[in-house]
């Protein structure tokens, strides 16, 4: 198995593994509800009114990136005369077909979301949760997240952001200022929009917290060690995103050195024709959208070495370059499960015959590959799982542990690991093995997933209530720990499974953690 064929194969698995959730025609909307109508500094909006929340949706924070803003950073929103309709969603960033059904080609995206408890205003303003949504920095939008369980349940506003995605949000260039990190500065954007206008939601200004899952996770790292970012929230939630993820490692999100994303700007400026053009950059922004997306890359990285992103996320946050504020971070106990199933999907078996080879293709050193077939064997009927355990015990589970280290050194930090072994799937048909709680797996419990609530038992809804608590406390009072529900400290790993919430000493043994930071 060559690389090429395996990487284009992770391709495909990722888009599998986090797009069929909201895949499918949109759900199907209701009359018109009642609407609700604020004013913002841009103008009014007219909101809906559902049971217990209010929605504002599509509510632009910047100004449409296109001609000469293409590639540029985000600019005030304009205002508009009259009032708003913010009761459906916005267009989600250009990217291709994937977590968004049919892709989308609108460079005019720059658009948030907000969910608030309805009724009276509270006696206090309410704690706000910023939501960054993953999808390799390729595909994903805001509004895939309908987030009234958390905003009501926990009394909180909750805001879901779409920002530039792909070339659109990450090419770099030689002379063009904030290469490699415009969908990051798309994010500390919107949290400017929010420190603006969230007290007419109801929503604390001086009490955000900044959450993310997947790429939308390590953006969050990236924000923690911005800054740009100063001031901007005061709690941070990552999940499935660890700050220490690195591009040897290639299934979880990380950043590249400017000199890289140049490099890769440069090659897409050739495959569109104007690599050889006397102004590169004029000649980009007429290239129309659809063929931009055609010549990305599969998977985006923000670069450092950039004025927003000074050094890599992991190297800051072990010099202890990074906003000394709480952190909560999570990753979920088979995490590669999904990839290692759409990869043997997709043709590419997992065998005692082959397991050798495939290990291979993933760690150029002879050395390397022979110790992790060493450290995870194959036997006759096991190779998905195994496989699904090296990417997720590589990718995800040690980096995150490791995050979990330098972090409780210098700030409060929690760390828990979603661990619910029949988690609904979040792709159609039987995978080749059971996927346990496999990348993405946990959202359905947080969200519900382009408007549907998932088909969860009532022990997973008792979870998905318990889920939101601790986000929902943390957010109030920096501390997830609550009266009712099993108490965790910064020494141990909350284990979050239906009817079982223990913390545990046992989450970096049982990922191999030892080998992991042995082999490098």
């Known amino acids: 198995m060559s690389m090429h064929r395996v990487l284009t194969t992770l391709s495909c698995a990722l888009t599998a593994v986090l797009a069929t959730a909201w895949s499918g025609a949109p759900p199907t909307q209701p009359a018109r509800p009642a609407a609700a109508t604020v004013r913002i500094h841009s103008g009014l909006v007219r909101g809906a009114t559902h049971d217990g929340y209010r929605t504002f949706e599509g509510i632009p924070y910047a100004a449409p990136p296109v001609g000469r803003l293409r590639w540029a950073s985000p600019r005030p929103a304009t205002p508009w005369a009259g009032v708003r309709d913010a009761t459906r969603p916005a267009s989600a960033c250009p990217q291709l077909a994937g977590e ?16 608030t408890p309805d009724g009276a205003g509270p006696a206090h303003p309410r704690p706000v949760i910023v939501w960054l949504h993953g999808g390799g920095f390729t595909t994903g939008a805001g509004s ?53 206008e969230i007290g007419t939601f109801g929503g604390d200004a001086h009490n955000v917290t900044l959450a993310g899952e997947s790429a939308g996770g390590y953006s969050v790292c990236a924000q923690l060690t911005s ?20 591009p040897a490692r290639p299934f979880a999100p990380s950043s590249v050195p400017l000199s890289t994303a140049r490099a890769t700007g440069a090659d897409l400026a050739a495959k569109v024709g104007c ?27 923000p670069a450092y070495a950039t004025p927003l992103l000074p050094g890599d996320p992991a ?13 909560l971070i999570s990753n979920n106990h088979d995490e590669g499960n999904g990839w290692a199933a759409g990869i043997i999907q997709a043709g590419n078996p997992v065998t005692l015959d082959t ?30 799982p195994v496989f699904g355990a090296v990417i997720g015990d590589a990718n995800f589970a040690c980096p995150t542990a490791r995050t979990d280290a330098l972090l409780t050194a210098q700030v409060p930090t929690w760390r828990y690991e979603f661990a619910d072994e029949h ?59 609550g009266p009712s529900s099993p108490h965790w400290s910064g020494q141990t790993v909350l284990s979050l499974a239906p009817d079982h919430i223990v913390p545990t000493h046992t989450a970096v043994p049982r990922h191999h953690c030892a080998f992991w930071n042995t082999l490098g």
Do not use: K
């Not at 990450?170 to 969908?183: E, K, V």
């Open 315 to 327: 190297e800051a946050i072990a010099a202890g370059r990074l906003h000394h504020l709480p952190v």
């Open 144 to 196: 895939s997240y309908d987030a009234h369980r958390m905003a009501t349940r926990g009394d909180v506003v909750v805001v879901t952001v779409n920002y530039r995605l792909g070339a659109l949000g990450f090419l770099a260039h030689g002379g063009l200022p904030g290469s490699g990190t415009f969908g990051l500065a798309d994010q500390q954007a919107a949290l400017r929009w929010v420190h603006a």
């Open 227 to 246: 800054p740009a970012a100063t001031g901007l929230f005061e709690r941070a939630i990552v999940e499935s995103g660890p700050c220490t993820g690195t």
């Open 423 to 481: 988690a609904p799937p979040l792709t159609p048909g039987t995978p080749p093995f059971p996927l346990g709680a496999p990348h993405a797996s946990e959202l359905p419990y947080l969200f519900d997933l382009g408007g549907r609530p998932r088909d969860l038992t009532a022990a997973q809804h008792r979870l998905a209530d318990t889920m939101i608590d601790y986000w929902t406390r943390f957010a109030r009072t920096a501390d997830p720990n």
């Open 355 to 384: 397991w050798s080879d495939v290990v291979s293709a993933f760690f150029s050193s002879p050395g390397q590959a022979t110790a992790v077939v060493r450290e995870y064997p194959v036997h006759r009927t096991d190779g998905g």
């Open 275 to 301: 690599g050889a053009a006397h102004d590169v950059l004029a000649c980009l922004r007429r290239v129309a959208v659809p063929r931009l997306l055609a010549a990305q890359d599969a998977d985006q990285q």
């Open 100 to 115: 968004v059904p049919g892709g989308s080609t609108e460079e005019d995206c720059l658009h948030l979301n907000v969910t």
